[in-house]
């Protein structure tokens, strides 16, 4: 399983970015997908999640309300669109996938993941 993320940058407060993650090596539409982050000094925490149909979301409570994660099974690509950014969102985000098929979005256990695209957030 492949997954490259995209669309970091440099952003401030208040603005947006979307990120997308297109991922290969396998059937996508039959598993969750997830988005993480690491900030500075800090370990790597959940951000969202989507469940194979894309019917199902799941939120940190630091992102909720800001932060939208969708996913195009035809492209094989999730997204998360990130409004109202803060200082604070600044880390590099990975997106991530499980090993298992059609598990509950919000229980799922992450296996592989991309090689991360940075986010900073200028006050």
């Known amino acids: 399983v492949q997954l490259q993320a995209s669309g970091g940058g440099l952003v401030q407060a208040g603005g947006s970015l979307r990120l997308s993650c297109a991922a290969s090596?396998?059937?996508?539409?039959?598993?969750?997908m997830g988005w993480y982050r690491q900030g500075p000094g800090k370990d790597r925490e959940f951000v969202a999640g989507?469940?194979?149909?894309?019917?199902?979301?799941y939120y940190a409570d630091s992102v909720k309300g800001r932060f939208t994660i969708s996913r195009d099974n035809a492209k094989n690509t999730v997204y998360l669109q990130m409004n109202s950014l803060k200082p604070e969102d600044t880390a590099v985000y990975f997106c991530?996938?499980?090993?298992?098929?059609?598990?509950?979005?919000?229980?799922?256990?992450?296996?592989?993941w991309g090689q991360g695209t940075q986010v900073t957030v200028s006050s």
């Open positions: 991530a996938a499980p090993r298992s098929s059609y598990t509950p979005v919000t229980q799922t256990e992450y296996h592989y």
């Open positions: 090596g396998r059937t996508f539409s039959i598993y969750v």
């Open positions: 989507i469940s194979w149909n894309g019917r199902t979301t």
